[in-house]
């Protein structure tokens, strides 16, 4: 199928063998006789529902491999080491998670560690969750995001509550919109049914969300800086941002400031803010031996230094005297 929709006309080939690209399924599938296609018009409407078929059939067949995916996840992930020899192993309950499991998943499937650890987890609350729903998925009736959204807002509820939730969202074919629309009707449903699970969930999940990380980016020369945290403060920061970038555009008289877009000002009014409002301190307190009674002023103890004098002595000692640097 792949190489066949890299050609010019794909749906043309009748060959033997390749169901989806046959004749008949293309007739069944776009609802229109290709003895009727004699106009530009009827061939450009059966070549776009024939590739929305197409769109349709590799969306289900991808939710469908997620499904088996996050099963075996799932299963994967129950397994640990026995002890820290790592040479017994044993298979814990269903919603365990391995020591080990996250650093199993990243090497197979080539992913840094925080995106397996995510994947793991919400791998495990699909498949310990919202079993049912999972089926979903694998029948490609539904989303994996739409799933893993709603077993993320489950993941404190307990079991009996998960079962409840499960058969309201079936009746109500929530499983079936997008990823926000189904997490806020969970989170509503989690609240009304067990309040307490709903707000522990929020709490994890806002601090599993807060951040600040710092990724390369495709353009050299260029990092990009993101920043998590709560709204109040992303206002703040954005109206701080937002004047002072102002600022700068009618202050600037240098050669190249008609070129000068909006965007490179905000990025040097963010650097300016965040640098130039830091007072750092810094205090060294140096100790320094006094003189003291009883010290002997001989060769022998002035050629061993300071410290033994004083340790040998039992003189009083000045110390914390605190330079300006």
Request: hydrophobic share 35%; aromatic share 6%.
């Amino acid at each position: 199928m792949f190489e066949r929709l890299n050609s010019d006309d794909p749906f043309t080939v009748d060959a033997a063998g390749d169901k989806f690209f046959t004749r008949d399924d293309l007739t069944g599938l776009s609802g229109i006789e290709h003895a009727d296609q004699n106009s530009d018009e009827d061939h450009w409407v059966t070549q776009t529902r024939q590739f929305e078929e197409s769109i349709r059939v590799a969306h289900s067949v991808m939710n469908t491999a997620g499904a088996v995916r996050a099963i075996s996840i799932s299963q994967y992930a129950r397994w640990d080491a026995h002890d820290v020899t790592c040479t017994q192993f044993v298979q814990h309950e269903p919603g365990h998670v391995g020591e080990f499991a996250a650093d199993g998943v990243a090497a197979e499937l080539r992913l840094s560690c925080i995106a397996a650890s995510q994947l793991v987890r919400k791998s495990v609350w699909a498949a310990t969750k919202t079993p049912v729903l999972l089926t979903e998925v694998a029948a490609g009736v539904a989303n994996l995001d739409t799933v893993t959204a709603v077993a993320t807002e489950l993941q404190d509820a307990r079991p009996d509550t998960c079962e409840l939730i499960e058969d309201k969202i079936l009746q109500r074919r929530i499983h079936c919109r997008g990823a926000a629309s189904a997490r806020r009707s969970t989170r509503t449903l989690v609240t009304r049914f067990e309040a307490p699970a709903a707000r522990k969930t929020h709490k994890r999940t806002k601090a599993q969300q807060s951040g600040v990380w710092f990724d390369p980016h495709p353009t050299p020369g260029l990092a990009s800086f993101t920043a998590v945290l709560p709204d109040a403060q992303v206002a703040e920061i954005c109206d701080l941002v937002e004047k002072r970038a102002y600022d700068l555009k009618r202050s600037d008289t240098s050669e190249d400031a008609a070129d000068k877009l909006l965007g490179e000002y905000r990025a040097d009014a963010l650097y300016e803010i965040v640098t130039r409002n830091l007072n750092y301190t810094l205090d060294i307190q140096v100790l320094t031996p006094t003189t003291c009674q009883g010290c002997s002023n001989n060769s022998a103890d002035a050629n061993r230094g300071p410290y033994p004098r004083i340790l040998d002595t039992g003189c009083d000692y000045a110390a914390g005297r605190s330079v300006a640097v």
